[in-house]
């Protein structure tokens, strides 16, 4: 069982940036593939970015390329959403996720946090 846990949502401006974390308790942290997705209200949850077991690989959805950086920190049991130039479309409860499978679908995250809300004023 993995347990995660976000951290780091809050208001922001638009185009400003904010840093999400999210911290594995799994003692194999490095074993898996962890991801970021977002729900908005009214909508489905979506993919945002994803990255692999090393961290060498990461995916980005359309709407936040260039713009979010996903990385990790297998030392520290922590995977980070770096996101600038935010847009009030960005806002969403912002959930981690940690799967098996590179590319990691919505379909295929086997454990995922409790969500941290990200809200970007105009």
């Known amino acids: 069982q993995v347990q995660l846990v976000e951290s780091g949502g809050g208001l922001v401006q638009a185009g400003g940036s904010l840093r999400l974390s999210c911290i594995a308790s799994a003692r194999a942290f490095s074993r898996y593939v962890m991801g970021w997705f977002r729900q908005a209200p009214g909508k489905e949850r979506e993919f945002v970015a994803d990255i692999n077991w090393s961290g060498g690989r990461t995916g980005y959805a359309d709407s936040v390329k260039g713009r979010f950086t996903i990385s990790r920190d297998n030392a520290k049991n922590t995977v980070y959403l770096q996101m600038n130039s935010l847009k009030p479309e960005d806002t969403a409860v912002y959930y981690c996720?940690?799967?098996?499978?590179?590319?990691?679908?919505?379909?295929?995250?086997?454990?995922w946090g409790q969500g941290t809300q990200v809200t970007v004023s105009s």
């Open positions: 996720a940690a799967g098996s499978i590179y590319p990691l679908p919505l379909s295929a995250s086997d454990y």
